[in-house]
């Protein structure tokens, strides 16, 4: 395997852990009107990257491949756990 094929992998593994950290921000922003952001956009989107990236590494152990359904649906009720306590939801 190449560093370009390496590369490749690398960044298709943690591309659904990027999309949904850029997304979540963004949208709870365009949604949630009321809410004060207790922090930027772009700190939420880190914090939101290392979590899916935490569960993807975690499910990759757990299940020994990459790509399962169950470990996407783990990831988005990971980073929806995460964006809701990031944007303090509890005291609504």
């Given at each position: 395997m190449s560093l370009l094929?390496?590369?490749?992998h690398l960044f298709n593994f943690a591309a659904p852990a990027l999309v949904l950290a850029l997304l979540l921000p963004l949208l709870s922003h365009f949604l949630i009107k009321k809410q004060a952001s207790a922090l930027a956009w772009w700190v939420q989107a880190a914090i939101n990257f290392v979590v899916g990236i935490a569960v993807l590494l975690v499910s990759l152990w757990l299940w020994s491949r990459d790509g399962k359904m169950a470990a996407y649906a783990l990831l988005v009720l990971a980073l929806a756990t995460s964006q809701w306590l990031l944007s303090r939801?509890?005291?609504k």
């Open positions: 094929d390496a590369l490749l939801g509890w005291r």
